[in-house]
């Protein structure tokens, strides 16, 4: 398996440019299933999940050609079969994403359950009852969720909690439903408000993207469109944060500086100075950074995909700061693969209790998802020694060359190849 290699304690200088955002670019993926022209999909991050998503829809008998600059045309015309095997589905949850447009579109599909997850018991019930209350007949057989539906009707929809890929799949149902759709405690994040807008663009009425209350006035069709996905915040926000425990200065370029107001309002209570333009932001830091206390929340609340990063960068800060997890129930694998690093950590319940000490120590490490595996890159660069990340699996299946873009501004960083 693939590794990587950093020797901590460079200070990072530079530019970088955003990659488009990884969980925009699945739900938009998906809902290229709702059209009945070809559609062509761009700023696509060159990333594993975006790759799986490529083998799921062409396994279905979807055509997709890959153009210059991850631009991906798809043709959903041919499709001939409804299914996501389990064998995909459990590399990638976001695969439940078909779920919705299959139904809308084709009256049909069948879905593995996605299963256990490393982060918490993430299950999709929410989905699940949302489609049935639009009229969907959902069976849960051999592991599949199997639905069938004529054609679904609107419904007023109350998510029990605020669910992103929950209302995702919903507004994509709902958009070529019979009737008006009305989701209430939807999901705020910058993504859902972006696939709205793609749906919108394809001629879907989907109103209220961006607060909580959704209302959906299903068409007979959507069409294909050209759609550029929007910037990822995570990864922005985890570079902003390598910096602010590496110190230097860092502008990174083709982001969004509106959609991580609450990450960078910690980066200078953290001691960063911080200045942004319209579509860069670039992070100044000398000395080290103070700890700071963060509670996950959704958005607009500080975003659990950035809570790993932060326990880095509290790890290693001056004072002490609690990170409360409370989006999902068991998100701090990290925490222990940096107490091996020498970090003074300790977990009770949802919190991770911080006590920032001067230095780190190389060591081995490894972790079971996305945000963590980054986090624990981000203690290897101000560990001292040459720190091994394994199973870096994890980090390909959302950040975009971070070996690369790491090295650009001057941390000392490669992969080891299998
Ligand atoms: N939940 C339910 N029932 C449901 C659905 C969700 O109880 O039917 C609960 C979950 O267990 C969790 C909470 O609702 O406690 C929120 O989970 P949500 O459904 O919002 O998460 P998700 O849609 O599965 C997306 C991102 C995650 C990100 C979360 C929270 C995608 C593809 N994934 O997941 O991203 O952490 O929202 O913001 O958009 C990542 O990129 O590393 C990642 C994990």
Redesign the pocket.
Known sequence: MERLLIRGGRPLEGEIRISGA??AA??VMAATLLADGPMTVGNIPHLH?ITTTMELLGRMGVELTVHERMQVEVDASTIKSFRAPYELVKTM??S??VLGPLLARFGRAEVSLPGGCA???????????GLRAMGAEITIEDGYIKGRAERLHGARLRM?????????NLMMAAALARGTTVIENA?R?P?VVDLARCLNGMGGRVEGAGTSTLVIEGVDRLHGIEYSVLPDR?ETGTYLTAVAMCGGRVKVKDTQPALLEVVIDKLREAGAVVETGADWIELTMTGRPRAVSITTA??PGF???MQAQFCALDAIGIGAGDVVEK???NRFMHCLEMQRMGADIHIDGQTAHIRGVDRLTAAPVMAT???ASASLVLAGLVADGETRVDRIYHID??YECIEEKLAQLGADIRRLPE
């Open positions: 990884k969980n699945l739900p999940d949850r976001a439940i994403l982060i918490g018991s993430r299950p999709v019930n929410l989905h699940v009852e029990e909690v605020s669910t992103v890929t929950g209302t995702e999901a994040e993504e995570i959704p958005y975003p659990t995909d989006v999902f129930e998802d996305l945000r299946r959302g």
